[in-house]
């Protein structure tokens, strides 16, 4: 079986629907033809100040919002980026096998640090996606479940993969982003010109799994629509009728021309109901399964144990031979 690897941050609170439909839910997809890995990567939220006591709460939240959208710890490894120390190590690796102007074209970094002020911005913020690489290159992963906005650290990662076997020999599977072009990128509710994001949505423009699911049909009711009265795909001239037909055609399976058709001389308020209700169905059953996760943490740690442990076996493996092709000596 081809491997996969993904990591996904332990956002304070909730996964918002562009985490979900973008990432996530190609995350349950692929555990059925690959053998898949993922991770809530702590490691890369410390990029950014964090509280202690919720950086601990917020990962194992995150983890159970995982198992709660569908991941099978039966069929996939699951586990948390800090656990398996090799991630750190081989991310010293690859910072030295970076250029500095190669990591300053990162355009996620430019986005993030404007957003922190350029003072406040750590290294670690500049450093974080070759530690993306590494996470990615210690499981040997053949595809990489990621939204648009990933798509330049995978080719970082892609980069570097290529340097090294280059320069020290083939050690390291060159992956590839696994990209589904209609979610790649759902937009805010408020604007759809801009990504929904949790640092840079407005409440109202971002749909957190968590919320109360009266609170997100309100948000889905309210949502900015275009000019005109026609429900129809045109991302250019619709954006915003658009990523609603993207959000309700992924979450209920039905096809984005079968939706033009059934909504077709109705207005944007029938297919609006109609989509807080769709939305509504998902995310009630989403956050009773999240709780139940949270309230039985010794389940929840002993699934997160048994995946760090399988992963370090895979990781270990793959640094040892990395260590050992740069000429550091073994430790006897
Ligand atoms: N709007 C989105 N549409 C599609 N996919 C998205 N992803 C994020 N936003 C969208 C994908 O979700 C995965 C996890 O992302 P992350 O943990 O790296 O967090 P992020 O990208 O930092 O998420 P945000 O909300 O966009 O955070 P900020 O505001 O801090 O930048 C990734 O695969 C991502 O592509």
Redesign the pocket.
Known sequence: RPRAL????P?AGSF?L??Y????RQYVALQETHDAFYMV?DL?AITIPQEPADLRANTRLAAAQLLAAGLDPQRCTLFIQSHVPEHAQLGWVMNCLTGFGEASRMT?FK??SARQGADRATVGLFTYPILQVADILLYQADSV??????RQHVELTRDLAERFNTRFGSTFTVPKPHIVKE?????DLQDPSI???????TPKGLVNLLDDPKATAKKIKSAVTDTGTEIRFDAEAKPGISNLLTIFSTLTGTGIADLEQRYEGKGYGALKVDLAEAMVDFVTPFRSRTQEYLDDPETLDSILAEGAEKARTVAAETLAQAYDRIGLLPAK
């Open positions: 993904s990591g996904i941050q956002t918002h562009g985490n439909l973008g990432a996530i990567v890369h996620q986005d993030k479940p990621v939204g648009e906005d990933q979610v790649a990128k759902i937009y990504k929904m994001s949790k640092s840079a949505s």
